[in-house]
Structure formats: structure tokens, C-alpha cells
């Protein structure tokens, strides 16, 4: 079964940068689009950016330009570097991706989540 492990949150000043890791196993990672997603407590979870097999990436207009998502699909691993953080960033920070299983359903794995707090 597909499993997602996030890490790298932290608290951060605004302005500052963090880099967030997702590592993912069983399943064929480079087959898969895998996304980022946050959530503040009482919002509906959002997501941030996504990297799809392809090598297209997406995401969101309020991280443009100051987010960068990559993978390495050696290490089965997505990289979500965080730069210029706002306090609005603030929130977990999941790691999630979707796939058919044998019987035609659609399922979705998330990680744990990681919590990233920006002071202002």
C-alpha cells in the first residue's frame, strides 16, 4: 500500500525559507502525480503545488513564484522548497497522491502531515 512521509516544517520569521521533504514507497512513484496540500484548522484543505510524471509542475496563485516543487524519482522523494514565507503559510502541510486500484476506485493517500508556523 502507498505510503507518504513528510518532513522539514519548523517555525520560520517571515521572509525566511524552509524546504519541506515528502518520501513515498509502495507504489510506482514516477507513474504518479504527487501534490502538496496545506490546511489551516476550520478551512478546507488547499492545495499548493503538484509535480506530475511528466515533468509538468502546477500551483497555486498565492505560492507562485516564491514555492518550488521538484522529485527525484531515484529516491522517491518531493521536494517542496518555501521561500519568502508569509504568515499566511501558516498551516500542515500534507503530501498526497491518487491511483486506480484493481477494482476501478479512486484512492487517495495523504502523509501526516508537517507543521509550518511563520511569525510575522
Known sequence: EAQLVESGGGLVQAG??????CVASGFTFDDYAIGWFRQVAGKERELVASTYS??????????????????DD???????????????????????????????????????GTQVTVSS
Open 16 to 21: 525566511g525559507s524552509l524546504t519541506l521533504s
Open 54 to 71: 511528466d515533468g509538468r509542475t502546477n500551483y497555486a496563485d498565492s505560492v507562485k513564484g516564491r514555492f518550488t516543487i521538484s522529485r
Open 74 to 112: 531515484l529516491d522517491n522523494t518531493v521536494l517542496l522548497q518555501m521561500n519568502r514565507l508569509e504568515p499566511e503559510d501558516t498551516a500542515v502541510y500534507y503530501c498526497n497522491v491518487k491511483m486506480w486500484d484493481g477494482s476501478g476506485n479512486l484512492r487517495e493517500y495523504w502523509g501526516q
